[in-house]
């Protein structure tokens, strides 16, 4: 296998601008984390909730 790319040798100094993007996409990837964890939750207990009521999420007929 080759190795990735973007990797810095370990002991490597980050620069603030490298080190501020580490942390932003760390903090969206936790964030992303938590929705997702959040709408497999939601989507467990609707299942178990028996479905939906008919005409939509908001029990209204669209039609």
Do not use: F, I, W, Y
Request: hydrophobic share 25%; no cysteine.
């Amino acid at each position: 296998m080759s190795e990735p790319v973007d990797r810095a040798p370990p002991g490597k100094r980050k620069s603030p601008a490298e080190k501020a993007r580490e942390d932003r996409l760390k903090a969206a990837l936790k964030a992303n984390m938590a929705r997702r964890k959040a709408q497999a939750r939601a989507r467990t207990a609707g299942e178990a909730g028996g479905g939906e009521e008919p005409g939509g999420p908001d029990g209204q007929d669209n039609g």
